[in-house]
């Protein structure tokens, strides 16, 4: 072997090592603090709906509504380790904020906070309260929405009048506001005006049906695309159907997310229908009315 290739090889390797060297270090060093703080914090009396950021995607989930010390007004913030939160009390406390790195973790750069100690407890309904803490953005891009322009199917002597009492009454276009429904974590729905103000909002619960329990009216206005599931969604205000605002039947069309092993499955289309015909029966006694059927597509983002 000549001297010349000798001396590269051995270059090569002593640099290898040194990059090892350097790699084992940095692995060695783990996690730290790369910032502390305590401060004092009131907490409101009860959680809203905001968005949060875990390993890298966004998550609606119920966070506590905030005050700092030196602000008027409530905000956001998730987690507080050692926190026994009871809603109707509104608190403050004291809390220590540590910032941390770790380049042999996913996300390399995070905090954490830990309450410190409970200065006062106070049973009291929190003052100035907004509806959510959920920006814009996330109704956007985030929450599929009902399409308000609805399909339907009337076998009746007279449609004309049904027909108008559909495209005349507002309530079947939700009041002119928009229905955005949040599918991920505990699943919600909520209806905005134009200005994406919050006028209603509740929980979507949602249970299986048999396509033999839907009305015969359906098979007037099939679904677009073949379907997989089928089912009921009820638009409550608390946590019991009975307590419901609206409520339809829903069609459920499910594609896979990939080829992978035991992949999970991605809603592709929802139809919601409704059954009118003994409203219509009722309203228009002389139509002879047979069969009324309303159905709206919920929109993708």
């Not at 509104?90 to 941390?100: A, D, G, L």
């Not at 507002?170 to 009041?175: D, I, L, R, T, V």
């Amino acid at each position: 072997m000549k001297k010349q290739n000798y001396l590269t090889i051995l270059l090569v390797a002593i640099l290898a090592m040194i990059g090892v060297t350097s790699c084992n270090d940095d692995d060695e060093e783990g996690r730290k603090v790369t910032g502390y703080k305590e401060y004092t914090l009131t907490v409101a009396s009860v959680k809203l709906p905001g968005v949060l950021t875990l390993s890298g995607k966004y998550v609606l989930s119920d966070v506590y509504a905030v005050k700092n010390e030196q602000s008027t007004d409530w905000e956001a913030h998730g987690s507080i380790g050692k926190f026994g939160y009871e809603e109707g009390y509104e608190y403050q406390i004291r809390i220590s904020e540590t910032n941390y790195l770790d380049y042999s973790m996913g996300d390399p750069a995070w905090t954490e906070y830990e309450l410190l100690e409970v200065i006062s407890k106070k049973r009291k309904d929190s003052e100035n309260l907004p509806p959510h803490f959920i920006p814009d953005w996330y109704f956007e891009q985030h929450c599929p929405y009902i399409d308000p322009e609805f399909a339907y199917a009337i076998e009746a002597d007279k449609k004309e009048d049904i027909e108008n009492d559909l495209k005349t009454d507002a309530a079947y276009k939700f009041g002119g506001l928009r229905c955005y429904i949040a599918f991920t974590g505990t699943s919600k729905w909520f209806l905005l005006d134009a200005d994406m103000h919050v006028v209603n909002q509740g929980f979507l619960i949602s249970r299986g049906k048999e396509p033999a329990e839907f009305p015969e009216s359906y098979k007037l206005l099939p679904p677009e695309s073949k379907v997989s599931g089928y089912g009921e969604f009820y638009f409550v205000k608390g946590d019991d159907m009975e307590d419901s605002v609206m409520q339809y039947d829903a069609f459920i069309y499910t594609r896979n997310r990939s080829r992978d092993y035991a992949p999970a499955p991605q809603i592709a289309e929802i139809w919601l229908y409704k059954d009118l015909t003994a409203y219509y029966q009722n309203k228009y006694p002389k139509a002879n009315v047979k069969a009324v059927v309303i159905r709206y597509t919920v929109e993708k983002l």
